[in-house]
């Protein structure tokens, strides 16, 4: 068990010590806050499976974020699974660098990659470029949207190759 929380420890510091990461140079928080239907991730041991995924916001009074992510596992009728890992705005002339704790006491960052000007996607990512989410306010993305995410991925340095279309289906 040590062996495991001393690598989550330099996993985590390695990720924020990553340079060359590119944020949106504004994210209007209050704007930026409600549901996000996970489109596509870069998968995790976490998600594998997941169908159905929203990420829902919420901006506290104290200026942190309440996450809550839901999703299925392995089609619309399985298991529900329900995270709610804490957020606080790290960057807070941007808004768009967060750091996120799942698990006590570590803070990872969260980073708004892209995002439409009318807020109708965004992607997340991280320094490491090994894990992403691209969300929509719809449980669909139109194929032109898709494309231009994907163009912006790889010239961000993410695999997109790797990258998994999350099942939606209402």
């Known amino acids: 068990m040590m062996k495991l929380i001393i690598l989550?420890?330099?996993?985590?510091?390695?990720?924020g010590?990553?340079?060359n990461h590119n944020t949106v140079p504004h994210v209007d928080l209050e704007r930026f806050m409600g549901d996000w239907y996970v489109i596509?991730?870069?998968?995790?041991?976490?998600?594998k499976n997941a169908v159905n995924g929203i990420e829902s916001y919420v901006l506290k009074a104290?200026?942190?974020?309440g996450i809550t992510y839901r999703f299925r596992k392995g089609s619309p009728d399985g298991k529900e699974k329900v995270l709610t890992p804490r957020a606080k705005v790290y960057n807070k002339s941007t808004g768009a660098e967060w750091r996120v704790q799942m698990f006590k006491p570590f803070w990872?960052?969260?980073l708004v990659i892209d995002l439409a000007e009318d807020y109708r996607y965004t992607v997340i990512g991280e320094p490491?470029?090994?894990?992403?989410?691209?969300m929509s306010r719809?449980?669909?993305?139109?194929?032109?949207?898709?494309?231009?995410?994907?163009?912006?991925?790889v010239k961000e340095g993410y695999k997109t190759d790797k990258l998994v279309k999350m099942p939606?289906?209402?």
Request: charged residues 15%; contains cysteine; proline residues 6%.
């Open 62 to 65: 104290d200026g942190s974020i």
């Open 8 to 15: 989550l420890v330099i996993i985590g510091l390695a990720a």
């Open 128 to 134: 490491n470029r090994k894990y992403v989410w691209v």
């Open 40 to 47: 596509a991730i870069l998968p995790n041991i976490i998600e």
């Open 168 to 170: 939606q289906i209402w």
């Open 17 to 19: 010590c990553a340079k």
């Open 138 to 153: 719809t449980p669909e993305i139109s194929e032109s949207d898709y494309a231009d995410i994907l163009a912006n991925l």
């Open 108 to 110: 990872y960052p969260y």
